[in-house]
C-alpha cells in the first residue's frame, strides 16, 4: 500500500521546481499533447476531491494523475487508480475543489513584495491623524536622519481627504516622505521632497499630469498620473539585492492563493533581466509573461525596443516576453480616464501621452501601436475611459492592416470599464481581448456612482456584456492596488457586489463557470498558451490549485471565505497551507490591513499582519 504523501518532502522539493524544468513541468514546443509514455504510473495522484478540468464543456473528474510535470489522465476515481504504481505518491484533497493553476492576467509582481514592510509602511488608514501617526513612527525609527520614508496604501475614497504635505511636515523632521496611494496612480509628498524636485506654483505638469493646489495656488504635495514622474528623478532607486527580494516574496505571496501564472506589464529591462537571472537559476518557480513599459510616446518606445535583447536561454514557459504595455489614460476616481461624455465637473480627462494637444496625443498614441506591430508584438493598453478603449480599438486595427489574422497577436485592452456595445462587437470579430478587474469592482462598489453615474456605475467591467460579444475576457487583481484573492474575484463577477454590500449592475453578473475561466483557460488564450496550460487536460502541465470545500454546491456569498490549501507548479508543491492557519490574504500588499490598520497591527480577518508576514517571507 502506498503511504500518503510526505508533504514536508514535497515541499522540500519545491525550491527546484524550476531548474528541472526542461522535464518537470515545462514541456519543450511542440510537446504538450504528447501521449503518455510505455510506462503508465503516475508520480502523483490528487484525490478525494472535486475536479474541475475547466475546458470548453466544463467536464468534472474525481482524481488527477501527474506524470513528469504533466497532466497523465484526469476522471474517475477508478480509472485514475490504474496509474498508481509503487512509487506513486499520494495527495488528500480531503474533499475539496481542484483547479487548474489560477493565471492572474495582471500583476505588478516586483512591485508587489516591495510594497511590505520594511521596504514600504502601511498607510491605509481611516482617518489622516491615523496616517501622521504612522509617517511620525516611521520617522522616530528611521535609521538616519535624512533617509527617506516610503509609504503606501492611502485611499482618498476612504479618508476625508488626500494627505497632504502639511500634515507631513510637522512630523516628518528631516526626512523626504513618498507615500503612493493604493492605486498607483496618485503621491502624496512633503515639502521636502517638493523642494528637492524644484516644484512650484509654476511648475507645469506633464502631458496627463495633475499637481494638486491649495487655494492660493500654491502645490499641495499631491502628485497624480503623469505628475509623479517629476519627483521619480530623486527618490532613490530600491537596490538589486533589495528588488530580488521583493520578487521573492511576491511569488510566495501568489502561491499561498493557488496563482501559477501571472503576466506582469509594464516592466523595465533591468527587472527583465533580474527575472532571467532567476529563471536560469531555477529560483522563478512561477510562470511569468512579461510586458515591456513602453514610456510615454514613440520615441521612448523605439529606446525601449532598441534596448532590448530577446531572452537567451530561459524557458518561455516559465519567462517570456509578450510585448509591450502602453498607458494611455487615468482612471474614474481622478477623473483622468479619457470619456466621450463629461465628468459632472465638466471635464473629460485626457490621455497620458505625450503631445501638445488632444490630436497630437492620439496620433502618438497610434503611432505607438504602429511601432509595436511592425515588431510583432502583443500590446496590452492601459484603458479605463471609453474615448480612450474607442482609440486604442481604432488603433489596434489601422495598424494589424491585412495581416491582423496571420499575425495573430492578440492584443488586449487593459481594464477595458466602459467599452460600448459597439466596440465590444468590434474586439470580438478581431480577436481583441479585454483584461477585467473583479477584485477592484468588489473595492469599490458604487463609491464612483457620484463620479461617473449610475448608468455607468451599473455597466463598469461588463463581464457578461464582453462574454456575450464573443470578447476573449481575462481577470486581473492589478495587486498590488488589490490582493490578488481571484475568489473574491469569482464572487464578484458573479454577484457584482461591493466590500459595502452595494450590488454594481445585476445585468452584468456571469456563472461559475465563466467567472472561472478568465482566471484559467481564457488567461492561458491571452499568453498564447492555451496549447499547454489553463486546464487539467491530458498533456497539459500540472500546474494546480486545491482550495478546500466543493466550489458547485457553495453560495458564492462563502467564496470570500474559502482558502487555498495546495498549489502546484510543474506537478511539484509549491505551497501548502498549515492546519488550523488563516490564509495570508490580509497580508498582501496594498489593501494589507484596510479595516485593521489601527487595531495593533492585527489584520481584518484575525490573520497575520503585514509586519509578521513580510519577516517571515524575507526570512
Request: aromatic share 4%; proline share 6%; glycine share 10%.
Amino acid at each position: 500500500m502506498t503511504p500518503e504523501m510526505d508533504r514536508r518532502r514535497v515541499l522540500r522539493g519545491a525550491a527546484v521546481v524550476t531548474a528541472g524544468t526542461a522535464t518537470a513541468g515545462m514541456l519543450p514546443a511542440g510537446a504538450a499533447h504528447a501521449a503518455p509514455g510505455r510506462d503508465r504510473d503516475a508520480d502523483l495522484i490528487i484525490h478525494n476531491g472535486r475536479v474541475l478540468v475547466l475546458d470548453r464543456r466544463f467536464r468534472t473528474a474525481e482524481a488527477v494523475a501527474i506524470r513528469d510535470g504533466r497532466i497523465l489522465a484526469a476522471g474517475s476515481a477508478r480509472d485514475v487508480r490504474r496509474h498508481k504504481g509503487r512509487r506513486t505518491e499520494l495527495l488528500d484533497a480531503r474533499g475539496g475543489t481542484v483547479l487548474p493553476g489560477i493565471n492572474d492576467s495582471h500583476v505588478h509582481l516586483a512591485s508587489q513584495g516591495l510594497n511590505v514592510p520594511p521596504f514600504n509602511v502601511n498607510v491605509d488608514t481611516a482617518t489622516i491623524e491615523e496616517l501622521v501617526a504612522v509617517v511620525r513612527t516611521a520617522a522616530s525609527e528611521a535609521p538616519a536622519p535624512d533617509s527617506w520614508i516610503r509609504g503606501r496604501g492611502w485611499q482618498e475614497l476612504r479618508l476625508p481627504r488626500p494627505p497632504v504635505a502639511a500634515d507631513l511636515d510637522p512630523v516628518s523632521g528631516g526626512h523626504p516622505v513618498v507615500l503612493g496611494d493604493f492605486s498607483g496612480h496618485a503621491t502624496a509628498v512633503n515639502s521636502i521632497v517638493l523642494r528637492l524636485a524644484g516644484i512650484t506654483r509654476d511648475t507645469v505638469p506633464p502631458p496627463g499630469g495633475v499637481i494638486d493646489k491649495d487655494a492660493n495656488g500654491e502645490p499641495t504635495g499631491v502628485l497624480r498620473e503623469t505628475a509623479r514622474n517629476l519627483i521619480n528623478r530623486i527618490v532613490p532607486p530600491f537596490t538589486r539585492e533589495e528588488r530580488s527580494q521583493g520578487i521573492d516574496a511576491g511569488v510566495k505571496i501568489l502561491h499561498t492563493m493557488g496563482v501559477t501564472s501571472t503576466t506582469e506589464p509594464g516592466i523595465n529591462l533591468e527587472t527583465l533581466e533580474l527575472y532571467a537571472e532567476k529563471a536560469r537559476a531555477g529560483a522563478l518557480p512561477l510562470r511569468l509573461t512579461a510586458l515591456l513599459g513602453s514610456g510615454s510616446g514613440p520615441q521612448s518606445l523605439r529606446d525601449v525596443l532598441a534596448g532590448y535583447e530577446p531572452l537567451r536561454d530561459v524557458d518561455p514557459r516559465t519567462l517570456r516576453v509578450a510585448g509591450v504595455k502602453v498607458f494611455a489614460d487615468g482612471i474614474p476616481r481622478f477623473r483622468t480616464a479619457w470619456m466621450n461624455e463629461p465628468y459632472p465637473n465638466g471635464a473629460n480627462g485626457s490621455l497620458t501621452i505625450d503631445g501638445a494637444s488632444p490630436d497630437e496625443q492620439l496620433a502618438n498614441l497610434h503611432e505607438m501601436i504602429e511601432i509595436a506591430v511592425a515588431a510583432d508584438l502583443q500590446i496590452g493598453t492601459h484603458s479605463c475611459g471609453d474615448a480612450t478603449t474607442d482609440a486604442v480599438v481604432a488603433g489596434y486595427l489601422k495598424a494589424g492592416g491585412r495581416q491582423w489574422r496571420r499575425a495573430d497577436l492578440r492584443h488586449y485592452v487593459i481594464h477595458c470599464n466602459f467599452p460600448s456595445a459597439r466596440t465590444l462587437r468590434t474586439m470580438a470579430r478581431h480577436d481583441i481581448g479585454a483584461n477585467l478587474n473583479a477584485e477592484i469592482l468588489y473595492l469599490q462598489g458604487r463609491v464612483l456612482e457620484p463620479i461617473i453615474g449610475r448608468e455607468l456605475t451599473e455597466y463598469q467591467w461588463p463581464y457578461r456584456s464582453a462574454l456575450q460579444a464573443g470578447v476573449q475576457v481575462t481577470s486581473g487583481s492589478d495587486a498590488p492596488v488589490v490582493p490578488p484573492h481571484w475568489l473574491r474575484g469569482v464572487m464578484t463577477a458573479m454577484l457584482r457586489e461591493g466590500a459595502d454590500g452595494s450590488v454594481a449592475g445585476t445585468a452584468e453578473r456571469i456563472g461559475l463557470a465563466d467567472a472561472l475561466a478568465t482566471y484559467t483557460r481564457l488567461g492561458a488564450w491571452q499568453d498564447h498558451a492555451e496549447r499547454w496550460k489553463g486546464t487539467l487536460e491530458t498533456g497539459k502541465v500540472a500546474d494546480v490549485c486545491i482550495i478546500d470545500g466543493d466550489m458547485l454546491g457553495r453560495d458564492p456569498h462563502g467564496l470570500d471565505d474559502v482558502h487555498v490549501t495546495t498549489t502546484l507548479v510543474g506537478g511539484r508543491v509549491v505551497y501548502e497551507r498549515p492546519n488550523g492557519a488563516r490564509p495570508a490574504t490580509a497580508a498582501t500588499p496594498a489593501a494589507l490591513a484596510s479595516a485593521a490598520a489601527a487595531e495593533g497591527h492585527t489584520c481584518a480577518d484575525g490573520g497575520k499582519c503585514c509586519c509578521q508576514l513580510s519577516d517571515e517571507i524575507l526570512g
